[in-house]
């Protein structure tokens, strides 16, 4: 029998929700803020640490080493603080349809360095060690269209994982208030 090797979850809530127009990790889902919900997602997922990135003084929040450089800085300033070996999942805080059986299927194809499902950016997996580091030092090295993590999932040779249609569903987020509504209306408490 294998034993799941033991990893940390991430939540990325440290963006401005400026399209929003007010603080996304903070919006009520089922009766507790978003970023609760996906905390208590890595948890039940079987995430044995869970950080969260943003300036979050209420959540022990890791804030942005260098502000202003989106996903990308968030995730550098937590992989700054973790050792190497450690295997991140790294969730945004505005999927709440995401279930632990679908984060479980990142982890699954251990051998990789990163693994994401096709067509997503995240959430994604991460296997921490000095090419993932010199591979994230490159992309906030370099100029604003290199900073993303797109430039480094495609550094890293990111596996993807397929997804079925339904699925597929589970990787609506939120931007505007148009569309946290119509996600509210279709999925009521």
Not at 25 to 52: F, I, K, N, S, T
Not at 96 to 121: G, I, N, T
């Amino acid at each position: 029998m294998t034993t799941m090797q033991p990893w940390t979850g991430v939540v990325l809530a440290g963006g401005r929700s400026s399209r929003m127009g007010q603080d996304k990790a903070l919006l009520p889902w089922h009766g507790r803020p978003l970023l609760d919900q996906m905390q208590a997602l890595l948890r039940e997922a079987g995430a044995q640490h869970v950080l969260v990135s943003g300036d979050r003084p209420d959540y022990a929040g890791i804030a942005d080493a260098q502000p202003d450089l989106g996903p990308l800085g968030g995730l550098a300033s937590v992989i700054a603080r973790v050792a190497d070996a450690t295997k991140l999942v790294v969730v945004p805080v505005d999927m709440p349809l995401l279930s632990a059986a679908l984060l479980s299927k990142l982890l699954a194809p251990s051998q990789h360095r990163c693994v994401a499902f096709e067509d997503q950016m995240l959430p994604m997996c991460l296997r921490i060690d000095v090419v993932v580091r010199e591979a994230l030092a490159t992309r906030m090295a370099g100029d604003a269209s290199s900073r993303s993590l797109r430039a480094l999932q495609r550094s890293l040779q990111c596996h993807r994982v397929a997804v079925t249609a339904s699925e597929r569903t589970a990787f609506v987020n939120c931007n505007t208030p148009e569309q946290w509504s119509e996600l509210i209306h279709e999925n009521p408490d």
